[in-house]
């Protein structure tokens, strides 16, 4: 088993950033993958960055977030990072961690979700 835990949502005027954590414990060398996912209300949940322990630690970003969310590991921590910057109105969302011991397909292991909202 695999628990996620995020923190460092909050309240951001438009323009500023913040950075979320997560913090992984438990079976945590099983974890080849980590994503953060968020979701506005009444809207779907989506993806907005991954990070892979194997390929070099390489990453995702959807097309539309590429240059304004950045994804990182810090493995002696456990943690994985996201670092938003530029933040819009429209970023609000509850952000969610989540990890899986696969390569490909969904998350098996979430987070309860850390709030984002960003004032216009």
């Known amino acids: 088993q695999v628990q996620l835990a995020e923190s460092g949502g909050g309240l951001v005027q438009a323009g500023g950033s913040l950075r979320l954590s997560c913090a992984a414990s438990?079976?945590?060398?099983?974890?080849?993958?980590v994503a953060w996912f968020r979701q506005a209300p009444g809207k779907e949940r989506d993806i907005v960055a991954a990070?892979?322990?194997?390929?070099?630690?390489?990453?995702y970003y959807p097309d539309s977030l590429k240059g304004r969310f950045t994804i990182s590991r810090d493995n002696a921590k456990n943690t994985v990072y996201l670092q938003m910057n530029s933040l819009k109105p429209e970023d609000t969302a509850v952000y969610y961690c989540a990890a899986d011991q696969t390569r490909l397909g969904g998350y098996t292991y979430w987070g309860q979700g850390t709030q984002v909202t960003v004032s216009s």
């Open positions: 990070i892979y322990r194997r390929s070099g630690g390489s990453t």
């Open positions: 438990g079976r945590t060398f099983s974890i080849t993958r």
